[in-house]
C-alpha cells in the first residue's frame, strides 16, 4: 500500500513539472498601468507624476512589445542567426543609450528623494536579474559539458 502511495505521489508530481505553464501577455498599456501603480506605491508619486510616469512606461512598453513581435516572426522565419561581436555591440549601446535617456527622463519627473529611492530599487532589480541570468548561464554550461562528455 505504501509503494502505491509513493508512486501516485511521484506520478503526480512528475505530471505537474511536466506541464507547461501558460504565459498570459498583458497589453502594454495594462504593462504600463501596473508599472505606475506600484512606481506610485514605492515613491508616493503625485498625480502630475502618475500621468508622465504611465506616459514613460506605455512607451516602454509599446517599444518592447513591437521588439517582441518582430523577434517572434523572425524565429518563426527562421531569420534569425548567431549574433557577431560587432551586433552585440551595437546592441548593448543601444540598450545603454536607452538606459541613460530614461534615467534622464526619470529625474526630470522624480524629486531629489523619489530620484535616489528609484535608482536603488532599479539597481536591486538589476541585481536579481543578473543573479538569475548567472545561475541560467551556469546552468547551461553544465548541460553543455554534459553533452560533450557522452
Known amino acids: 500500500m505504501k509503494k502505491v502511495i509513493l508512486i501516485l505521489v511521484l506520478f503526480i508530481g512528475f505530471n505537474t513539472i511536466a506541464q507547461k505553464r501558460e504565459i498570459k501577455e498583458i497589453n502594454p498599456e495594462q504593462f504600463a498601468t501596473l508599472s505606475t501603480k506600484r512606481m506610485t506605491l514605492d515613491l508616493d508619486l503625485?498625480?502630475?507624476?502618475?500621468?508622465?510616469?504611465?506616459q514613460l512606461?506605455?512607451?516602454?512598453?509599446n517599444a518592447r512589445k513591437?521588439?517582441?513581435?518582430?523577434?517572434?516572426?523572425?524565429?518563426?522565419?527562421?531569420?534569425?542567426?548567431?549574433?557577431?561581436?560587432?551586433?552585440?555591440?551595437?546592441?548593448?549601446?543601444k540598450m545603454l543609450d536607452h538606459q541613460i535617456a530614461q534615467k534622464k527622463k526619470m529625474k526630470s519627473i522624480l524629486t531629489n528623494e523619489q530620484f535616489e529611492k528609484w535608482e536603488k530599487m532599479s539597481k536591486k532589480?538589476?541585481?536579481?536579474?543578473?543573479?538569475?541570468?548567472?545561475?541560467?548561464?551556469?546552468?547551461?554550461?553544465?548541460?553543455?559539458?554534459?553533452?560533450?562528455?557522452k
Not at 46 to 54: F, V
Not at 134 to 139: A, D, L, R
Open 57 to 61: 512606461n506605455l512607451e516602454n512598453a
Open 66 to 93: 513591437s521588439k517582441m513581435e518582430a523577434h517572434k516572426k523572425a524565429m518563426e522565419n527562421g531569420e534569425t542567426k548567431k549574433m557577431t561581436s560587432d551586433d552585440r555591440f551595437v546592441m548593448q549601446n
Open 125 to 149: 532589480r538589476m541585481g536579481m536579474y543578473e543573479r538569475k541570468r548567472g545561475e541560467k548561464i551556469e546552468v547551461d554550461r553544465m548541460h553543455k559539458m554534459k553533452k560533450e562528455n
Open 46 to 54: 503625485n498625480e502630475s507624476q502618475q500621468t508622465k510616469i504611465y
